[in-house]
């Protein structure tokens, strides 16, 4: 699968970013029209916040990149250089956020990687174990959802709960499905996979997937043969580092939430779950980064916890997970551009 530079250079382009923003304001402001003018006593409250809980969510912000630059240094065995690796987290999740959720920016990465001197093969093996290991801790933490743990959520959404609930049980199964074929050709036997796949096809109404099916063998070859004879603690490493990443990912909601009113403890499991679902949701190709998707979906689901504070954390934390990368990307790419072609 190898990346079109002019396609990837057109989805770093700062025009990019209009469609994302543009959807996200409205969506916002609409939300903001329809539920009315924000108190005065809420506005006097922003500048006041529990200071540990906010610089603690602030902080976060810094742990998870510093977590995902650091996973790209230790996939590579230090190849990658520290500043390789922070330019392609920030520009990862800038291209992440400016094309559809399903998407997640992966042939851009690929692009990014290779510009960083890595070989074409090696760059889309990085790209896909990144993706194992993240559907891996999604499947994971979502599991719970098919023992009732998630229940009380949905059953607070009301009219909607039957439509979230297939959204969302639907997607899991697809990630589900999607991540065990990888995963089994990656890590057990990529070559039975590929005849597996190409018998597959071969059935009359499946052969219009047979190319894309012999694409996705001989990437997953690829990625089998770049990742052979890793030692055991190479894996737990990673894993334990994706793990950690995303726990502090969705923790900012947390010390966001606890900044402005108090939760008990037993609060924070039920907000990380309805994290999990606002991410399902967004996997819905709709609009770039899940915009318009992610304001929508918290709405629904932090209405009644967060009252009259619902609009204030909700800008918040989009500004702090979606906008704010936007921004930085913005920053960095023409530094990029212009380092990575002088090369």
């Not at 057109?10 to 402001?29: D, H, Q």
């Not at 990742?227 to 737990?236: A, E, T």
Request: hydrophobic share 50%; charged share 15%; net charge positive.
């Amino acid at each position: 699968m190898e990346p079109n530079a002019q396609t990837a250079l057109k989805t770093l382009s700062l025009k990019k970013a209009l469609i994302p923003v543009v959807c996200g304001v409205i969506i916002t402001g609409f939300i903001f029209y329809k539920s009315g003018k924000i108190k005065n006593e809420i506005l006097t409250l922003v500048a006041n916040p529990n200071w540990k809980y906010l610089s603690m969510a602030m902080f976060s912000i810094v742990l998870r990149e510093a977590g995902h630059i650091y996973r790209l240094h230790l996939l590579s065995k230090n190849i990658l250089s520290w500043k390789s690796c922070f330019y392609i987290a920030i520009l990862w999740e800038f291209s992440s956020a400016v094309t559809p959720s399903v998407i997640g920016g992966g042939l851009v990465a690929i692009f990014i990687f290779s510009k960083e001197g890595l070989t074409l093969g090696r760059s889309l093996s990085y790209v896909i174990i990144n993706g194992i290991l993240d559907n891996i801790f999604f499947l994971g933490a979502a599991s719970r959802s098919f023992f009732g743990d998630f229940e009380p959520i949905f059953a607070m959404l009301g009219d909607l709960s039957s439509s979230i609930k297939v959204i969302f049980f639907t997607n899991y199964t697809i990630l589900f499905i999607y991540t065990t074929i990888i995963a089994t050709g990656v890590f057990i036997n990529p070559k039975l996979l590929k005849w597996i796949l190409m018998h597959v096809t071969s059935i009359g109404f499946l052969k219009r997937w047979r190319k894309k099916a012999y694409q996705m063998s001989k990437d997953i070859i690829i990625t089998a043969n770049g990742f052979r004879g890793r030692k055991p603690i190479f894996w737990v490493k990673i894993l334990a580092c994706t793990v950690c990443t995303w726990i502090v990912r969705y923790g900012f909601l947390n010390l966001l939430i606890a900044s402005y009113i108090p939760i008990p403890l037993s609060e924070h499991l039920i907000i990380f779950r309805k994290q999990i679902i606002i991410w399902t949701i967004m996997l819905i190709p709709l609009a770039p980064g899940g915009s318009g998707i992610a304001e929508i979906s918290f709405q629904e689901l932090f209405s009644t916890t967060l009252g009259d504070y619902m609009l204030l954390i909700l800008l918040l934390w989009r500004i702090c997970t979606f906008y704010l990368y936007l921004s930085i990307g913005a920053l960095f790419i023409p530094k990029w551009i212009k380092r990575v072609f002088k090369k």
